[in-house]
């Protein structure tokens, strides 16, 4: 059964012709993660598969095919895909036998016990690995051929997994090409991915393209932050709205596929993350954005939400990564892509009520918001007057001669309104944003006699309330509001005009 969607494509004489891509219609989109191994401490199999369980993940990639792992996964029903690494490419390629003992070796010997969905045929090849992109196609169909043989092939799917830096030109999304450098091997490998009724495999991180924009691509744009219509972008040739750069990088692979004259080729997202710590020139590698994009993300991929060019068709998606590696070489952030330490501690709270239990390491009373470390003191106090004021925040303790008055500060005093406002609203993303002056920690702000929102010592009642935190793309004036920090008291009666997102993104 196939689902139509239809689009414009937009010609090389500039002309308009509308068509109607027909894509397989697949399940429902499903998240998973991969399990990269460069830890100090690695965890065993044992306890990495623990982790998964504990954590309701259901599909995993392998950067290999180790033997111990894949025992490990044995009988827990959790779909695995495999790789042949980069470094037994070539010998696979070259050889039907040596693809036959690979297959026999790491997947006949583990089938059906381990519940082995796919082979993931080298990584980034042809960019990576550019001499052995000749024999990319053929280790592609060796693999198949042993798999086959082995009456697998309708249960095991072979692609192999492409930078999204193949696909040029690729906003507009609906002007995208594959680097024709490629071509030799990308149509071949394409035709072989529609015979078997495979999908391309596409690494996707928005975090690259908005380090490398030079300031072009708003970070809201990039982290799946809403938009306010005027500031999405616009691909002139469809009229299609982008919210965010996920969708227009898989839209410019499912263009660049459309191109090569290939309309029926699902699409899964190998690849994706943001990582939650960088060095002196990576600013924006922090905890609260990696939370941001990948809590955003999952929810994406769960609500089954597609892309403009294909809504409604699953894009299903692999993190980047289980755990921190700190054995990675390069910069910090390369260490610091992971959800969990080797200890299986969550890096962060992930924010995701409402998307399932996927990732359960939501454990909502667990998690506040605070004043920034080094934040603006006049940017706090414009937030802090809005969340006891619009944001209809019961500051009262924060008076003069209540429990949380002191310390008598706008930090102190900022904090506990965001996080009263924070756990108000349910957490639910995008509440502890505060025009970039607040974040999210699971260490408890709660200080003696005051207590916070969302603290062990306290029950909290919440109520669903439709005011949201101020956030970049903010543009009505709050109203007055009933508090006000000044040096020695609080005081009523301040009117806080929220800031405006300045920069344009079209």
Not at 46 to 59: E, M, S
Not at 121 to 143: C, D, H, Q, R, W
Not at 217 to 240: C, G, Q, S
Request: net charge negative; with cysteine; hydrophobic share 40%.
């Amino acid at each position: 059964m196939r689902m139509d969607s239809a689009y414009c494509s937009y010609s090389v004489l500039t002309m308009f012709s509308c068509t109607r891509d027909l894509l397989p219609l697949i399940d429902d989109a499903f998240i998973g993660v991969n399990i990269g191994t460069d830890l100090s401490n690695m965890p065993s199999p044992t306890q990495v598969v623990a982790l998964l369980k504990a954590q309701q993940i259901r599909h995993v990639r392998l950067y290999d095919a180790d033997r111990a792992m894949l025992l490990a996964l044995g009988n827990t029903g959790i779909r695995v895909t495999v790789s042949v690494p980069n470094e037994q490419l070539l010998g696979i390629g070259q050889s039907n036998a040596t693809a036959a003992n690979w297959v026999a070796r790491n997947v006949l010997a583990h089938v059906p016990a381990t519940n082995i969905t796919t082979v993931a045929v080298g990584s980034e090849v042809l960019t990576t690995l550019p001499n052995a992109a000749p024999v990319l196609v053929s280790a592609l169909k060796f693999i198949h051929s042993a798999l086959v043989a082995a009456n697998l092939d309708s249960q095991i799917k072979v692609s192999t997994p492409h930078s999204s830096s193949i696909i040029l030109d690729s906003f507009p999304p609906s002007q995208a090409f594959f680097n024709r450098t490629w071509e030799p091997v990308m149509v071949p490998l394409l035709k072989f991915l529609q015979s078997t009724g495979s999908y391309l495999m596409l690494n996707v991180y928005p975090y690259y393209d908005y380090m490398q924009s030079n300031g072009v691509i708003p970070l809201d744009y990039a982290l799946f932050r809403p938009l306010l219509p005027n500031k999405e972008a616009v691909d002139a040739n469809t009229l299609m709205h982008y919210t965010n750069v996920f969708d227009a990088i898989v839209d410019a692979a499912y263009f660049a596929m459309s191109y090569l004259n290939f309309t029926n080729i699902p699409l899964v997202v190998l690849e994706s993350g943001w990582p939650s710590k960088g060095d002196s020139s990576e600013p924006d590698a922090t905890i609260d954005n990696a939370n941001t994009y990948n809590s955003n993300l999952i929810r994406h991929v769960l609500n089954n939400t597609g892309t403009p060019k294909h809504p409604g068709i699953a894009v299903s998606t692999f993190i980047y990564e289980l755990y921190n590696e700190d054995l990675r070489p390069g910069s910090v952030s390369e260490k610091n892509w992971g959800l969990f330490d080797a200890n299986g501690n969550p890096v962060y709270i992930l924010h995701l009520t409402g998307s399932g239990t996927v990732l359960a390491n939501d454990t909502t009373n667990q998690t506040y918001c605070v004043a920034k470390d080094g934040a603006d003191r006049k940017m706090l106090q414009a937030a802090l007057d809005w969340a006891c004021g619009p944001g209809k925040v019961d500051c009262s303790p924060l008076l003069q001669g209540q429990q949380c008055y002191e310390p008598d500060n706008v930090v102190a005093h900022a904090t506990y309104a965001f996080d009263a406002y924070y756990h108000k609203m349910a957490m639910a993303q995008g509440t502890c944003y505060f025009n970039g002056v607040a974040t999210i920690t699971t260490t408890d702000p709660s200080h003696g006699p005051c207590k916070f929102p969302g603290s062990a010592g306290r029950n909290n009642t919440f109520v669903n309330d439709t005011s949201l935190a101020p956030s970049s793309n903010s543009t009505s004036s709050g109203s007055q509001s009933q508090y006000v920090y000044s040096s020695s008291t609080l005081m009523s009666f301040m009117i806080f005009e929220i800031l405006v997102w300045s920069a344009v993104f079209l």
